[in-house]
Every structure is written in structure tokens, then in C-alpha cells.
């Protein structure tokens, strides 16, 4: 348990990273920079990069996966436009942070991460801080999770060649989807809108995540 003065410390520096680096360059959806604010991201990462937990970059998590700088969260969920009473599904669970900020915004957060041990450790965190509207499951996210399905949003965490059908198939009419698209070194973020029998797309930033792993995204030797 962490004293009272460590704690303090962090919520200064939770307050500074809302300020300057997601208002100060744009992000002005006030749901998810509170919910930025409340949640502490220095329980996501490993004891020794806690220091780490509120710069402006990517961390390491092992299995060769990161937890994104918190700008690109926050864009990505401000792109989604969630609502309380939405149902949400996360591709690509790894830390368990952006999951977090994701169970403060909406109804119910389920979560899909290919890698056991981070699934578990992401699992085990989320409970200890008491996350109950979230549910980790280990599996292939570029197929999402059909039987929790329709989603009202889906936001996914890695990178795909395209965006996988599976994915699609599972949005409500009216939902969203945000995702990386592109190599696997470089991609562009795409907001994707289900409309009936049509999508549309917007375009966001260019971006840069760790691979999408699975039966409709790269391969694993790629």
C-alpha cells in the first residue's frame, strides 16, 4: 500500500499529463480527460518504470508489447464519442490501462488480449482497483468476441493489414470503430462508422503500434 505523500505525488503528475500533453494539444472530450486523470496509470507498469508512468511516450509491459503514450489513448477514445450506456470491446487488452480508462466512460468493457500472461497480470491489476464492469478475455482478438457481441464501439490497441471483417460484423448499427491500419511499422488511425449496410471512414493520425497477431491480422512471423 502506498503512503499518502506517493500518492499525492501521482495525482500531481496525473493532473500535469492531462494538462499538458492531451489538452494542451487538442483532446477536449472532458469525460476522457477525467477519467485520464482518475485512473493511476503508474499500477500498469512494472515497479521500476513507475517514474516513467505519466511521460510522453510508450512503455515497455514484456512479451514484446508497450502501454501507448497517453495522448494516443486519449485521441483513440475521444474518437469513439462514448457514452455511459455503451458496450465496448477492447482488442488487445496488454496492460490493462487503456481498459481502465475505458470501464470509467462506458457500462461495460469486454477485453480480448492474445498473450496469457499479460491477459492475466492485466486481470489481476483491474481487480485490485476494483474494475467490476470489465471482463479480460485470452484469446484472438482480430476475431472479437461474437458471443458478447453487438458492440457499441470497438477501439483496437495494434496494428492490422486492413480492417478485420470478424471486427466489423460485431458493431451495432450506429457503432464505432477506431483502429490502426497499415504495416508493420507504420500505420494510419482510422475511425470506422457502421451505417446499415455501409461504413464510412475518417482518417486520423499516423500512428505506430506493435502488430495485430492473429487469424485476421498479420501473421506471426511477419
Known amino acids: ?15 500535469l499529463m492531462v494538462e499538458e500533453q492531451l489538452r494542451n494539444r487538442g483532446i477536449r472530450d472532458e469525460r476522457v480527460l477525467e ?3 482518475r485512473v493511476p496509470r503508474h499500477e500498469f507498469v512494472y515497479p521500476e518504470l513507475r517514474d516513467e508512468a505519466y511521460e510522453d511516450h510508450p512503455i515497455a509491459i514484456g ?11 486519449a485521441d483513440m477514445l475521444e474518437a469513439l464519442a462514448l457514452r455511459p450506456e455503451d458496450v465496448v470491446l477492447e482488442v488487445g487488452t496488454g496492460s490493462g490501462y ?21 491477459a492475466e ?14 471482463t479480460v478475455v485470452h484469446g484472438d482478438g482480430s476475431q472479437g468476441l461474437p458471443e458478447a457481441a453487438p458492440f457499441d464501439a470497438i477501439v483496437v490497441s495494434a496494428a492490422a493489414p486492413r480492417v478485420p471483417k470478424p471486427l466489423m460484423d460485431q458493431l451495432r448499427d450506429g457503432g ?6 497499415g504495416s508493420g511499422f507504420a500505420q494510419e488511425l482510422q475511425l470506422v462508422r457502421k451505417i446499415g ?11 505506430r503500434f506493435v502488430p495485430l497477431i492473429g487469424r485476421d491480422g498479420f501473421r506471426e512471423a511477419e
Open 1 to 15: 500500500m502506498q503512503d499518502s505523500s506517493q500518492i499525492d505525488t501521482y495525482r500531481d503528475e496525473r493532473r
Open 35 to 37: 477519467a485520464m486523470a
Open 63 to 73: 512479451e514484446g508489447q508497450t502501454i501507448s503514450q497517453p495522448f494516443v489513448v
Open 98 to 118: 487503456e481498459t481502465a480508462v475505458l470501464a470509467e466512460l462506458v457500462r461495460k468493457v469486454y477485453s480480448i488480449e492474445r498473450i496469457a500472461s499479460l
Open 121 to 134: 497480470r492485466s486481470r489481476a491489476v483491474l481487480e485490485r482497483l476494483g474494475y467490476r464492469n470489465v
Open 176 to 181: 464505432r470503430l477506431v483502429i490502426p491500419v
Open 197 to 207: 449496410d455501409r461504413t464510412t471512414t475518417l482518417y486520423l493520425d499516423g500512428v
